[in-house]
């Protein structure tokens, strides 16, 4: 497949440790935000998302904060696995006639066995 | 499968030609997104629409490109005259409804390269 992300910002943790990933947004007027998983050659896919009337929301294994003072989202991963290898990408959704999604520019994570 | 469906997935053209990328959404999808990613970065919207209707093109960046969704189903992305900055991965995506608390449902993209 193609490989996505050469030249992203890189996390590199070892299997079983914790991952945290940080993502900056920029519009204040989002209002619904959610963390995609993209891998090698595939479209990106859900992970977990979060509405702005929330500052936390777990999932299995993956807890999303979020901190609308400095416009800032986390992406935490228990007990990472090597399946978790991949891009990962913040987005923010706000209306506009409609709705659209914004992605941030993304974190490639490598799980080292 | 019942995912979004994107066709060709590798398209080769020379420079000055015209492309046609086809996407094919999950049945019954009301929204529709047409995403640009060049390697080594985030997707970047081009294109809105809600059933048939363009809500937001704000995102295409000349008028060498052009969406449609007639039907309200299969959307179609024509770039003329093709120029190597628009060698990218095309991403398409839907989403059930309308409203804006929901996720997108990606294709696997339509990789172009122009020569």
Excluded at chain 1, 21 to 26: G, K, L, Q, V, W
Aim: glycine letters at 10%.
């Amino acid at each position: 497949g193609e490989s996505v992300g050469l030249h992203l910002p890189t996390l590199s943790v070892q299997e079983g440790d914790n991952s945290i990933i940080n993502c900056a947004y920029s519009n204040s007027a989002s209002d619904y935000f959610i963390w995609y998983k993209q891998e090698s050659g595939k479209g990106p896919q859900f992970i977990i998302d979060i509405r702005s009337n929330m500052d936390k929301r777990q999932g299995q294994r993956v807890t999303v904060l979020l901190n609308k003072t400095v416009k800032h989202l986390s992406l935490q991963i228990a007990a990472t696995q090597p399946g978790d290898s991949a891009v990962y990408f913040c987005a923010e959704n706000y209306r506009t006639g409609g709705f659209k999604t914004i992605f941030g520019a993304g974190t490639r994570l490598f799980v080292k066995a | 499968g019942a995912g979004v469906s994107q066709s060709p997935r590798y398209k080769v053209a020379k420079r000055g030609q015209d492309v046609a990328l086809r996407c094919d959404p999950i049945s019954g999808h009301v929204s529709l997104f047409w995403y640009q990613q060049a390697l080594g970065q985030g997707p970047e919207f081009l294109t809105y629409f809600q059933n048939e209707a363009q809500l937001d093109k704000s995102g295409l960046p000349s008028d060498r490109f052009f969406a449609e969704r007639p039907e309200g189903s299969v959307s179609t992305l024509k770039i003329q005259r093709t120029q190597q900055e628009d060698s990218a991965v095309y991403l398409c995506a839907s989403s059930p409804t309308g409203v804006n608390t929901g996720e997108l449902f990606f294709g696997e993209g339509s990789r172009l390269t122009v020569l």
